[in-house]
């Protein structure tokens, strides 16, 4: 009788070797991809910021203050409320530290802690006198 020869291939160890290695480089991978979309987004939002001041300053050289609402900026001043993308809602815009006329106002907006945008910041702020802050 006649013993037959091993057949060439892969045993179970080596093809699941390979696939162990395969998982940690994508979860690597993708790690990497969503920090990198993460950080888009909040340069997007830090550009939204600073169009909406723009425009919060040219109202405040025709008037002498600032809007009660950011609403107040269309049409003449800009052709939408600009939103953060991280949120996709509308920056908070305080102006309780203005006095009356408003004089001084804070643009800001804080992410949640399952949004994306966490793993770059906790939040953006912006006012007229120290610009784009990120939030601690």
């Known amino acids: 009788m006649r013993r037959r020869n091993r057949e060439a291939g892969f045993t179970v160890i080596e093809i699941l070797t390979v696939v162990v290695i395969l998982a940690v480089l994508a979860a690597i991978l993708l790690s990497t991809f969503l920090k990198a ?6 340069a997007a939002s830090k550009a ?3 169009n909406a001041a723009v425009a919060l300053e040219a109202y405040f ?8 609402e950011l609403a107040d ?3 003449t001043y800009a052709r939408a409320v600009p939103d953060d993308l991280c949120t996709r809602g509308p920056f908070a ?37 120290g610009g784009v802050t990120d939030n601690p």
């Open 61 to 68: 050289a025709d008037f002498d203050s600032y809007p009660e």
């Open 48 to 50: 939204n910021l600073r």
């Open 73 to 75: 900026l269309i049409p």
């Open 37 to 42: 979309r993460a950080q888009s987004s909040v």
């Open 93 to 129: 815009y305080d102006t309780s530290m203005g006095g009356s006329p408003i004089t001084d106002y804070k643009l800001s907006v804080t992410y949640p802690l399952t949004n994306a945008c966490r793993l770059v910041t906790a939040g953006l702020s912006y006012t007229p006198g």
